[in-house]
C-alpha cells in the first residue's frame, strides 16, 4: 500500500503494529475498532520470514490490545491464511452469518462479499 493510502487506513482507526528482526521490519498486523467488535486488518509477513511465528505473535499482542471479539475478513481462496487463523483461535462463520457480518463492519462491494469468508475469535455460538 501506498503512503496515501496508508495515511487513509490510519485516519480509519487503524492501529498498525511491526515485528522487527534485527532492525528489520518483517511483519505487520493492523486493529480497527468498529462498533462493538475489533477488526483485524492488513496482517502481512515478508515471505521467507513465513512460518517463524512473526504472525502469531502479532495477532496475540493484538489480543492483549483488546476485551471484545476480534473478526477477520480474507478471501475464500486464501487457505492459508484462514489455517492461519484456526490455529489461533478464530472460527469460521457460517456463510449467511458471514455476509451480515462484512456488510456491517466493513465497506465492501457485493462481489467481495460473495468471494471472502469472516473468522471470530471468540465464536459465535449463535450462528
Known amino acids: ?28 498486523m493492523g486493529i480497527q475498532p ?18 517463524r511465528g512473526v504472525g502469531r505473535e502479532l495477532l496475540e499482542h493484538l ?14 481462496a486464501a487457505e492459508w491464511a484462514i489455517r492461519f487463523y484456526r490455529r489461533n483461535g478464530f472460527e469460521q462463520v457460517s456463510p449467511e452469518h458471514k455476509s451480515e457480518l462484512l456488510k456491517t463492519y466493513w465497506s465492501i462491494p457485493e462481489r467481495q462479499i460473495e468471494t471472502s469468508v469472516v473468522l471470530a475469535n471468540p465464536p459465535f455460538s449463535d450462528q
Do not use: C, K
Open 34 to 51: 468498529v462498533a462493538d467488535v475489533d477488526l483485524i486488518r492488513h496482517a502481512y509477513v515478508v515471505p521467507g520470514n513465513q512460518g
Open 1 to 28: 500500500m501506498d503512503a496515501h493510502e496508508l495515511e487513509g487506513e490510519i485516519a480509519a482507526g487503524i492501529a498498525f503494529w511491526g515485528y522487527e528482526d534485527d532492525g528489520v521490519l518483517i511483519g505487520v
Open 63 to 76: 489480543r492483549g490490545l483488546s476485551e471484545r471479539r476480534m473478526l477477520v475478513g480474507t478471501w475464500a
